[in-house]
């Protein structure tokens, strides 16, 4: 089995990963993990941009009372006062580091660039580059970490578990390569930037998200994860059973965008005062509810009382996009379902990004930094990525001393590949138990239907993995069954609805309930 020695790795080079590896390279060598192909990495399809309180008529405290009121009482202050504070300097990074965001083309506009505002936001704070900000992020991120000394950029190794000693202690990855040989790379210290677990689901706004991998390799060594149960739904995801997912952004809704169901009638201000732009679980639930009433598969989302010219200019992408699939968003109005987005749990971390195990640190939509609570906010997401990434970054600099306990022996299984169609067979069955049952609006039975269910999947599972060679198909299997089975725990044992979780046999919101919810590894799924 090949073994390298390395000091910082870091899993992931979405937003998150990207920052950390330009701001800790100057003071320690990186070795960064990027699959070639970044199939999984959400960042470079957001839409809408990043939240920062940049306008001279916005303010901090303006930006952290929207945060904690969309976060439903389960926000921690402290995060969200932290990450809010650090968002202009953030931003002010980026353009330094050349990222081209849309100009404010107005006369005389009281900052340079354009700012947008989307659900929950009380003001313009959205920063975007057009309506393809992550793409911009990650073309630009990519540029500088290319050329970086620095910087091992490693795009033939993907990390299927992490090595630990009997102290306790991250100690490095154990990695497959692009010919499936197991690899080991030991360091002083390991980031995971890994992404979500929206994969979980059926239906998702990006094409192929990560399904907590991540999460699940932290819980292996010991970690805390917290607030699994709040999975956010986009409530606007194109309506095209033929074509790939694809997000209408919450800009849209932010300019003017109007919803109506099938008989066309606008339903949101009758739910809500903030209409089409109240937090994205109300209108995700509106649109569900609309679409069980009548039975139709979609709603529709209609902006076209813009001046085309104005939706060309400020949505290129989607404006491309839907006609690439025979729809002029400019003269009709768009078929839009909700799907899978963003997990608000995750790892979770103090506010340098640092894990409870120690060498092992959690950025990005990995991680619960006590930022979201019971839900995420629009755009603050990659504010996160940017501001956590740079926080752990002024951790890493200095390098604290590495164990030099007994690292722990990862077993080697001998037997041959288990068939790829079986392992993405019972892929298929987590995700379609985990939509039909754990989905926007839920119920004990339910849940309770899914628990048994994924159980009976993580036994047949553990004998595979136990009898075939690790491939990374079938560990991301065995990793996402059992991150299912943590997150069904955690949304069986809320007794409430609050942000995300939305039960119908509790509909109320408690405040007995009102507590982060935070889980550990049992030891049956070990
Ligand atoms: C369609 C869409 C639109 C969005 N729009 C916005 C928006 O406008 N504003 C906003 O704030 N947020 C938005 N979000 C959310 C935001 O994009 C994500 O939360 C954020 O990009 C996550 O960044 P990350 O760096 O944590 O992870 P990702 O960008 O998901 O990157 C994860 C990285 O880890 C790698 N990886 C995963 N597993 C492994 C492994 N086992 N080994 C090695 N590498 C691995 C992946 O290949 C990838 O490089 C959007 C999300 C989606 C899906």
């Given amino acids: ?87 202009p ?12 965001f849309t100009r404010d083309e107005s006369a005389n506009p009281s900052y340079p660039y354009h700012l947008t505002r989307e659900g929950g936001h009380g003001a313009r704070r959205v920063i975007h580059a057009a309506d393809a900000t992550g793409r911009a992020l990650i073309d630009t ?13 490693r795009r033939d190794i993907s990390a299927s578990a992490l090595l630990s000693d009997v102290a306790g202690h991250c100690r490095g990855i154990q990695g497959i390569d692009a010919q499936g040989a197991m690899r080991l790379l030991y360091a002083s210290d390991v980031v995971l930037a890994t992404g979500g677990a929206s994969g979980l689901y059926r239906h998702t706004t990006s094409p192929l998200p990560a399904c907590g ?38 800009a849209i809704r932010g300019e003017g965008g109007i919803l109506r169901n099938l008989q066309g009638q606008r339903f949101m201000p009758d739910i809500d005062e903030r209409g089409e732009l109240a937090p994205r679980d109300i209108v995700a639930r509106a649109i569900d509810a609309q679409m069980q009433r009548a ?15 104005t939706i060309q200019r400020l949505f290129p992408t989607i404006h491309a996009h839907c006609q690439s699939r025979g729809l002029d968003i400019t003269r009709q109005p768009i078929p839009v379902v909700p799907a899978a987005h963003y997990s608000c749990g995750g790892i979770v971390t103090d506010l340098s990004g640092a894990s409870q195990v120690p060498h092992l640190y959690a950025i990005g939509e990995v991680a619960c930094t006590g930022l979201h609570g019971a839900n995420r906010m629009a ?52 995700r379609q138990l985990m939509s039909q049952k754990v989905g926007i609006v839920r119920h004990d039975a339910g849940i309770a239907e899914a628990l048994r269910e994924l159980t009976r999947l993580a036994i047949e599972c553990r004998h595979l993995y136990r009898h075939h060679q690790p491939t990374l198909q079938l560990t991301s299997l065995h990793h996402a069954v059992r991150l299912a089975i943590m997150s069904v725990r955690t949304a069986s044992e809320r007794r ?7 039960n119908l046999d509790c509909p109320e919101r408690l405040q007995s309930e009102r507590h982060v919810s935070r889980a550990s590894l049992a030891p049956e799924l070990s």
């Fill in 141 to 153: 991120l990519l540029a500088h970490a290319e050329g970086h000394p620095g910087i091992t950029l």
């Fill in 1 to 87: 089995m090949h073994q390298s020695e390395h000091d910082v790795v870091i899993i992931g080079g979405g937003v998150a990963g990207l920052t950390l590896a330009l701001e800790v390279a100057g003071a320690r060598r990186v070795t960064l993990l990027r699959p070639d192909a970044d199939d999984h990495g959400a960042s470079q399809w957001a839409q809408g941009g990043i939240a920062a309180v940049l306008s001279p008529q916005d303010d901090i405290e303006a930006h952290v009372h929207d945060t904690l009121v969309a976060g439903d009482g389960l926000c921690d202050e402290a995060a969200v006062r932290f990450t809010v504070t650090q968002g």
């Fill in 89 to 100: 300097g953030a931003i002010d990074w980026l353009l330094a580091k050349g990222m081209a």
């Fill in 213 to 250: 991998e991540g999460m699940l390799m932290a819980a292996e060594l010991g970690a805390e994860l917290a607030n699994l149960e709040f999975q956010q739904f986009h409530p606007t995801c194109l309506f095209d059973p033929d074509g790939p997912p694809f997000l209408i952004s919450e």
């Fill in 379 to 430: 755009s603050n997401s990659l504010l996160e990525c940017l501001v956590f990434a740079r926080a752990a970054a002024r951790a890493l600099r200095k390098p604290r001393p590495t164990s030099d306990a007994t690292i722990t022996p990862r077993r080697i299984v001998q037997g041959g590949a288990a068939a790829p169609e079986y392992v993405d067979a019972l892929m298929n069955e987590v």
């Fill in 295 to 309: 039975g139709d598969e979609h709603v529709w989302l209609d902006i076209s009382h813009l001046p085309a010219a």
């Fill in 496 to 502: 409430e609805s609050r942000g995300l979780h939305y």
